[in-house]
Nanobody
Framework: QVQLVESGGGLVQAGGSLRLSCAAS????????MGWYRQAPGKQRELVAR???????NYADSVKGRFTISRDSAKNTVYVQMNSLKPEDTAVYYC????????????WGQGTQVTVSS
């Protein structure tokens, strides 16, 4: 059974940094792509960043230059380093994984809250 477990969320002031982690367990052999989504209150869930097993990455325009996604395949873990955080980054962040670049895949984590105060 596949599990994705996020950690690292919290409360931070604007301009601060956080690093989220997502540890995958179970049958992860088909996790070619892993990524981070976020959902703010009253808004649709949106893709923040994604990365393939070969290291190809993609970012939402709103986070380019501030967020960096990385992946440790040996640990089946994906990270997102979030710098220069803004109040509009406040959301629940979800880890996602799937067999192809076209996320979302079929596996989701439970979500972790990120709150950025002004």
């Amino acid at each position: 059974q596949v599990q994705l477990v996020e950690s690292g969320g919290g409360l931070v002031q604007a301009g601060g940094s956080l690093r989220l982690s997502c540890a995958a367990s179970g049958s992860t052999f088909n996790f070619n792509a892993m990524g981070w989504y976020r959902q703010a209150p009253g808004k649709q869930r949106e893709l923040v960043a994604r990365i393939t097993s070969s290291g190809m990455t993609n970012y939402a325009d709103s986070v380019k230059g501030r967020f960096t996604i990385s992946r440790d395949s040996a640990k089946n873990t994906v990270y997102v380093q979030m710098n220069s955080l803004k109040p509009e980054d406040t959301a629940v962040y979800y880890c996602n994984a799937g067999p192809s670049w076209d996320l979302p895949g079929g596996y989701w984590g439970q979500g972790t809250q990120v709150t950025v105060s002004s």
